[in-house]
């Protein structure tokens, strides 16, 4: 049973589970389940499988793997979209080098290339110029907008605006206290038709390589073109209907165990005739039947983590997103397969943009204090009070009379009429407003002071909105913060005590 997967809050905190003393055992169970001769898919044992699908892939990795170089070795596996992602997600990939280090495992990391682009653009934090101002949030796109074509079949489509991006970063980080890292690394020149899958790898790959982390990668594309994914996919749609039941009990049972209302993100239920992948057509991912050509099928999010879990690898490692759904893969493995699901790790971490205390106090006035900002509800809260119980809030030099009528308010508050008597609550609440409008004039710089105050308050906390945010990309960041937060994993020891 997973814990609560959230996301740290601490800047530069991280998050792994299961804890590191488990992780032997937790190998052990893995590596016994692909001895599980009971089990077949199309005829081969799942061992017989798996010796299939490495021989097909050491040469379709990048760099290639030797077949002896995995025939018989520990993998272990990772995954995630092409995209510039946060620190967070990039920390899976180092985390994984680590990994394999300790264990002495092949680290394969997959690049879901299959999938549909997010976005096109970085989002990148602006800091306002003047008090009539409030931090937002800029677009930068480096391409034209596609969220229709998978990243296989998807060439940049405008150079100018791929190259163009340090520029515009530069402008709008005018004014930060450090360098992003893209004004370093981003290509400088572009040729027309390059696929986009390919320049954001090789962004992310080139400084992988420089920090220490040598994994070896495989496109999901790559992966489904082989004859053991055919094989595994020609099982399920050979036994569609006895899979759809379990497919479809699998995600309604995970729906209503976490009160999720359907559609759960991307995953719907399996219509009639149609099975667990895409097709490619043209330049389209659509829906695929049991008609679909099996050369043309690329897996859906949890046919990959279930083909990767009893195939691939022998230890698949997850951000939040992956492990919260991936719980569905672990019913599908028991009830449609009948095995003890493999475990799989969960990691991630939270790292903000380094803004200095100046930069994000500019924003915030003299709000900021020992590092807090007061929420703006806090004063909204206060001033309501001040408004309507001015007699709570009469300034120290308040003169005599301001004491008595606050007394007299007072003293009317306990005379209350009952509430039959409409006729005297009417007099009694007229008395009562009067004496507040009085009361208000002896609080009005505090009321103006408060309303200053909460205006200030709610400009400080949009920023704070727009600065403290852990999605942002892990390009807007300075090497001399983000290489030490991704290689802390690197040398293996935080993994296991």
Not at 103 to 125: C, E, M, Q, T, W
Not at 154 to 175: C, I, K
């Amino acid at each position: 049973m997973l814990p609560l997967l959230r996301a740290p809050q601490v800047d530069g905190g991280y998050f792994i589970y299961p804890p590191f003393q488990d992780i032997p055992r937790i190998l052990q169970h893995n590596l016994s389940i692909v001895q599980q001769k009971q089990v077949t898919i199309d005829g081969l044992s799942l061992l017989d499988l798996q010796q299939l699908l490495r021989r097909e892939i050491a040469s379709k990795t990048e760099p290639p793997l030797a077949v002896s170089q995995i025939a018989d070795s520990l993998i272990a596996v990772s995954g995630h979209q092409p995209e510039l992602d946060h620190p967070g997600v990039w920390l899976k990939h180092f985390f994984l080098q680590g990994f394999a280090r300790k264990f002495g495992a092949v680290p394969l990391h997959l690049i879901a290339d299959h999938d549909l682009p997010k976005r096109n653009y970085l989002s990148v934090p602006w800091i306002p110029r003047s008090e009539e101002e409030s931090a937002t949030r800029v677009l930068i796109p480096y391409d034209r907008a596609d969220l229709m074509t998978p990243y296989e079949l998807r060439p940049l489509y405008d150079v100018s605006l791929f190259t163009a991006v340090p520029q515009r970063l530069r402008e709008l980080s005018e004014g930060w206290n450090f360098e992003p890292l893209a004004l370093r690394v981003w290509p400088q020149s572009v040729q027309g038709g390059t696929q986009l899958v390919g320049l954001l790898t090789h962004l992310r790959r080139h400084l992988e390589r420089l920090w220490g982390c040598q994994n070896y990668e495989l496109p999901v594309s790559k992966l489904a073109q082989t004859e053991a994914f055919r094989r595994f996919a020609r099982h399920l749609i050979a036994d569609l209907s006895r899979f759809r039941k379990v497919y479809n009990s699998a995600l309604q049972r995970f729906r209503d165990e976490k009160a999720v209302q359907q559609p759960v993100r991307s995953i719907p239920e399996l219509e009639a005739d149609e099975v667990p992948f895409w097709e490619v057509r043209g330049k389209q991912r659509l829906r695929a039947t049991r008609h679909s050509p099996l050369e043309k099928l690329r897996p859906r999010a949890l046919t990959l983590t279930l083909f990767c879990r009893l195939v691939l690898g022998h230890c698949f490692i997850h951000g939040l997103g992956g492990a919260l759904y991936d719980q569905i893969t672990d019913a599908l493995i028991a009830d449609y397969f009948g095995l003890a699901p493999p475990h799989y790790l969960v990691v991630t971490g939270t790292l903000y943009l380094p803004l200095s205390p100046d930069v994000q106090a500019y924003c915030c006035g003299k709000q900021r204090t020992n590092g807090e900002n007061p929420n703006p509800a806090v004063f909204w809260h206060l001033w309501r009070d001040v408004y309507w119980n001015p007699q709570r809030h009469l300034p120290a030099g308040a003169p005599a009379e301001a004491r008595q009528l606050a007394e007299r308010k007072l003293e009317y508050i306990r005379q209350e009429p009952p509430l039959k008597e409409h006729a005297a609550r009417r007099r009694w609440f007229q008395t009562l407003r009067t004496l507040t409008e009085t009361l208000r004039g002896y609080v009005s710089e505090s009321l103006q002071e408060l309303q200053e105050q909460y205006r200030m308050s709610q400009r400080c906390h949009r920023c704070q909105q727009v600065f403290r945010r852990r999605d942002y990309s892990w390009v807007l960041f300075p090497e001399e913060v983000l290489r030490p937060f991704l290689t802390q994993f690197l040398d293996g020891k935080p993994i296991i005590t």
